[in-house]
């Protein structure tokens, strides 16, 4: 692990340097979770093909501001993803991503509290399925925490929203999905 974070180093350095081949070799080692993160947020091949390779290019333009706080794949990472979700809300008709206005309390709804799904016998193709079906922005924020491995506050700042507008749409976004994986059964 060690020697594989050091040989990371010597290719940024290089890369900084301008170096084509080093910028090749990094590219190959971080596109396809690049490309899989920007997928799941615009939900089209070739758009996500075009916004991973503009967030590459954005990343070796800006690599004098790595300053290596995190790992180069975890802040790459975070350039795709902001970069993704910047060009899904100028080419959307409709800004989804804005997330509406909710209440800091969420009702209790009897039908989604009573909610039990086995998920033994879900395969992750249902669970995928079921998720790309909800509503824009809770496929985002679920897809953000549980996919993408981010906690709330990463989101907020993600986002831009408030925690409790975070929290409450977790909630719902969650409830949506049993839901949905119970009609599924």
């Known amino acids: 692990m ?13 890369c900084k340097e301008g170096n084509r081949s080093a910028q090749f070799e990094v590219y190959k080692r971080y596109y396809k979770p690049m490309y899989n993160i920007a997928l799941r ?3 089209d091949g070739h758009w996500a093909e075009d916004i991973m390779q503009e967030a590459f290019l954005k990343a070796f333009t800006k690599l004098d501001s790595f ?4 790992t180069f794949g975890a802040w790459l990472k975070r350039i795709v993803i902001n970069h993704s979700l910047d060009n899904y809300k100028k080419l959307c008709k409709e800004p989804v991503c804005e997330l509406e206005p909710v209440l800091y309390k969420v009702e209790d709804d009897s039908e989604c509290t009573n909610l039990s799904v086995d998920f033994t016998s879900l395969k992750a193709e249902q669970v995928k399925t079921a998720i790309s079906s909800l509503k824009e922005n809770y496929r985002i924020i679920l897809t953000l925490l549980y996919i993408e491995g981010y906690d709330q506050e990463e989101i907020c700042e993600i986002l831009k929203i408030n925690a409790g507008n975070c929290r409450t749409t977790i909630s719902r976004a969650r409830e949506s999905l049993l839901k949905k994986l119970k009609d599924n059964e």
């Open 67 to 70: 300053k290596g706080e995190v």
């Open 41 to 43: 947020i615009v939900k």
């Open 2 to 14: 060690i020697a594989a974070v050091a040989e990371t180093d010597h290719l940024l350095a290089l």
